[in-house]
């Protein structure tokens, strides 16, 4: 299974239309509140170019991008978590992925009916939040009650559990997302993950502007990012309408458009970046003649857990992972220059891979 981001937010905000973008899915992207009712689901490469410079130098037969997957996910409106607007459905998608992409609408546009009659990035953001808070609420109050009833038996292990509910609770109860309760113990570690909330996936917003503020941005980005830097979170900013038209374009196309708009890069790159940054993804490659291809670890995998992307006999039998930096593979213009000036290094079972390493595995089962 892949890395999945959920890009939610409320109704008419832009979402299916950056999905759209980023998948050129050519999904439904109307004018009106839940146009999307089931998840539609894009499978998205990560463009490095760091993969186009080592197949070039391998003179590689076939080039794989490692991927991830992006989750458009229904509008949800203020109720949600009472069922609003189909809302508890739509909040069993959330719970789902491993991050979430929060759209905030940050353009003015009369054509575009906003859910609540008009453009205020800060209400829109402290909806959605409140809604996933209230969600979480529900969960942890049900899970206290059960836990509480069994302290009363004297278990140490039920007391410790209702214990820490109670501070989940106390936080919840403020507004505030799970995630600012940070647990102190692998006991209580497990049980926040066994309690899936939404509010512990890590957020990213994306600030969806018109196509005159792609440049310079406006008051309401400028608003939405105190408060993200309050949160710890980051703000993308692109539009959305821009970056659709973009993702049609043949890469011909594609550069001359970007070249007059004055951009570098599509800005969906810099939101792909952001997702896999937000998961605490890496990339590392294997490199040949037949494929190069990049391969998505967690940061602090270590090379068995590597090796086991690939295939699951890899990782048992592990022997050691031969290894070069990128700069080091791109410097000597080869793996056998390299090894002749002494940059492969041979790691064993305890090595954490790098980003950007370039690994040879060898094992034996």
Known sequence: MGFQCGIVGLPNVGKSTIFNALTAAAIEAENYP????????????????????????????????TQMEFVDIAGLVKGACQGEGLGNQFLGHIRQVDAILHVVRCFEDDNIIHVDG?????????????ELVMADLDTVSKRHKKAASQAKSGDKKFIAEAAFLEQLQEVLDEGKPARNLEPETDPQRELMRDLCLLTTKPVLYVANVSDEDIANGNDFVDRLKEVAEKEGASVVTIAGAIEQEISLL????????????????????????????????????????KETRAWTITK????????????????RGFIRAEVIAYEDYIACGSESAARDKGLMRSEGKEYVVKDGDCILFRFNV
Do not use: W
Request: overall charge negative; charged content about 25%; proline content about 7%.
């Open 250 to 289: 043949d890469a011909e196309e594609q550069q001359e458009f970007l070249a007059d708009m004055g951009m570098e890069e599509p800005g969906l790159h810099r939101l792909i970046h952001a997702g896999y940054d937000l998961l605490g993804l890496i990339t590392y490659f294997t490199v040949g003649e």
């Open 300 to 315: 602090g995998t270590t090379g068995p857990g590597a090796a086991g992307k690939i295939h699951t006999d890899f990782e």
């Open 34 to 65: 839940f146009c999307t009712i089931e998840p539609n689901v894009g499978v998205v490469p990560l463009p490095d170019k760091r993969l186009d410079k080592l197949a070039e130098l391998a003179k590689t037969r076939s080039k794989i991008p």
């Open 118 to 130: 008009s453009v205020d990035p800060i209400r829109d953001l402290e909806v959605i939040t409140m």
